[in-house]
């Protein structure tokens, strides 16, 4: 009985060897054309503000969002010694709210419009009160 299940599963073998190779097909990620491109907004670019502070006048802000997903967040407290602090990190993109990561900080959100960015709260929900303005950056470049 054991010889009979063995040759029965060599002859098995042996049609599917003998079968019609076919060629292993790979599908690649689908990659944007230029006018998918076109439709895209487009937040890459450098963000400047000047930001509300406590300890001095105001922080001039600068936000970079890189084409490749990372970022430069650049503050500048203004009149203050030693008051430079560069972040780096990665930003996604969702319909038009950036969440920006920066390791060890948190993550910090922002609105995208066509020539500015709002920065939000933890909420993802517009700052409010007298100084809601101050926390949006004019897109410079």
Not at 65 to 81: K, M, P
Not at 96 to 104: E, K, Q, V
Not at 109 to 115: C, F, K, R, V
Request: net charge negative; charged share 20%; with cysteine.
């Amino acid at each position: 009985m054991n010889k009979k299940i063995w040759i029965l599963v060599l002859a098995v073998c042996s049609l599917a060897a003998c079968g019609k190779d076919q060629p292993e097909v790979l599908y690649e990620e689908e990659l944007p054309t230029a006018q998918q491109n076109a439709e895209m907004p487009n937040y890459v670019g450098v963000y400047e503000g000047l930001l509300p502070a406590a300890s001095s006048p105001g922080i001039q802000t600068s936000i970079t969002l890189n084409e490749d997903g990372t970022f430069v967040w650049r503050s500048e407290y203004i009149g203050e010694q030693d008051g430079v602090f560069t972040d780096k990190g990665l930003y996604t993109v969702t319909g038009n709210i950036a969440a920006l990561d920066i390791p060890g900080e948190g993550v910090h959100y922002a609105q995208l419009e066509d020539s500015h960015m709002r920065l939000l709260d933890q909420d993802k929900a517009a700052i409010t009160g007298a100084l809601a303005d101050m926390y949006v950056l004019g897109k410079v470049r």
